[in-house]
Structure formats: structure tokens, C-alpha cells
């Protein structure tokens, strides 16, 4: 495996496990988007990778937030899992030297 591959790979297995566990505690009506946040968070993580560009993932980590903080903060399963998840996806950028901050470019000397 490469650098970061076993992170990510926990990362994915940990927010596919994040959509078949419980919910609960959430505001009625919120399961479903937090869901949707997931998915979002999954296929940008992919398209990151493979395009080897850094602004996909830190578009996939965005979702992944909002998928946790939708509908408030509670220690449910599958919240708890998807932050796991956004956790491993942190740890796997680290490891394989992905920026997920976007550099500011340096300006010249206006002259």
C-alpha cells in the first residue's frame, strides 16, 4: 500500500458503515440529508484521489462536517463513524503529503 492508502481505506469502510447505522437523537427529517452529506463526502474523496487533486478532498471533508453537525451534535452511531471517517480522511491526506488547506499563491512585487 502507499502512503495514506490504509487511511483512506478506513475512512471509506468507516462512512459506508456511517449509512447503515442509527441516527437517533437527530431533529425529525435530518437522518436523510445527513445521509446525503455522506455519499457526497464519499464521491468527492474518489474523485480527489483519482484526479490527485487537492481541493476535491478538502471539498469531501467539508461535507463530511456538515453531515456530523447536521441536525445538531449527539453521540449517535452513525454521526460518531462519519466522524471517524472525516478523522481517517485527515490522518490518510497527512500521510500522503495532500494539502487540505489550499495554499495561498505568493503575489510579486507590484511595481
Same mark, same amino acid.
Given at each position: ?8 481505506? +478506513?475512512? +471509506?469502510?468507516?462512512?459506508?458503515? @456511517?449509512? =447503515? #447505522?442509527?441516527?437517533?437523537?437527530q431533529? @425529525? +427529517? ?7 452529506a455522506?455519499?457526497? %463526502?464519499?464521491?468527492?474523496? !474518489? !474523485? +480527489?484521489?483519482r484526479?490527485?487533486?487537492d481541493?476535491?478532498?478538502? %471539498? %469531501?471533508?467539508?461535507?463530511? =462536517?456538515?453531515? !456530523? #453537525? #447536521?441536525? =445538531?451534535?449527539?453521540? @449517535? ?13 485527515? #490522518?490518510?491526506?497527512?500521510a500522503a503529503?495532500?494539502?487540505? !488547506?489550499?495554499?495561498?499563491? %505568493?503575489?510579486?512585487?507590484? @511595481?
Amino acid at each position: 500500500m502507499t502512503r495514506g492508502h490504509g487511511w483512506f481505506l +478506513g475512512a +471509506g469502510v468507516l462512512a459506508v458503515a @456511517s449509512l =447503515g #447505522l442509527p441516527w437517533t437523537g437527530q431533529l @425529525s +427529517g435530518t437522518g436523510h440529508p445527513a445521509r446525503v452529506a455522506v455519499l457526497a %463526502a464519499l464521491a468527492l474523496a !474518489v !474523485v +480527489g484521489l483519482r484526479r490527485r487533486q487537492d481541493r476535491w478532498l478538502t %471539498a %469531501a471533508l467539508a461535507a463530511a =462536517g456538515v453531515g !456530523v #453537525l #447536521l441536525g =445538531g451534535v449527539d453521540a @449517535s452511531p452513525g454521526r460518531v463513524a462519519l466522524a471517524a471517517a472525516a478523522t481517517c480522511l485527515v #490522518l490518510g491526506c497527512r500521510a500522503a503529503g495532500h494539502r487540505l !488547506v489550499p495554499a495561498r499563491r %505568493a503575489r510579486g512585487a507590484a @511595481s
